[in-house]
């Protein structure tokens, strides 16, 4: 059973950077697609991107698209996301998750019902 563990959160500036960083305990590069999600208060859990598993395709909600890069070291079974240019709506709580479906271009809508692992999820605020 794969497990997921976030860090890299914390509080920045509008205009500034953060990078996430996900380690999973098992080596993950032929089965899963990795995604990052945010939940933001009083909202449902939206996908924000998302890489396959060993094509690399990246899929990105519009709303970062331009501003964050996900990538992911399998070697480390590790997922980042580099984010930039942060704005206050960018503030909430981001998770790590492991799809089923390798294939990002193959998940609508991030498809969080075929998510087979969670991480804890770390915070990030965007606050001047």
């Known amino acids: 059973q794969v497990t997921l563990v976030e860090s890299g959160g914390g509080e920045v500036q509008p205009g500034g950077s953060l990078r996430l960083s996900c380690a999973a305990s098992e080596y993950t590069r032929n089965y899963y697609a990795l995604e990052w999600f945010r939940q933001a208060p009083g909202q449902e859990r939206e996908g924000a991107s998302c890489?396959?598993?060993?094509?690399?395709?990246?899929v990105y909600t519009d709303s970062v698209k331009g501003r964050f890069t996900i990538s992911r070291d399998n070697a480390k079974s590790t997922v980042y996301l580099q984010m930039n240019n942060l704005k206050p709506e960018d503030t909430a709580v981001y998770y790590c998750?492991?799809?089923?479906?390798?294939?990002?271009?193959?998940?609508?809508?991030?498809?969080?019902?075929?998510?087979?692992?969670w991480g804890q999820g770390t915070q990030v605020t965007v606050s001047s």
């Open positions: 998750a492991a799809n089923f479906i390798s294939d990002c271009t193959r998940l609508p809508d991030f498809a969080p019902s075929t998510v087979a692992a």
């Open positions: 890489i396959s598993s060993t094509s690399g395709t990246t």
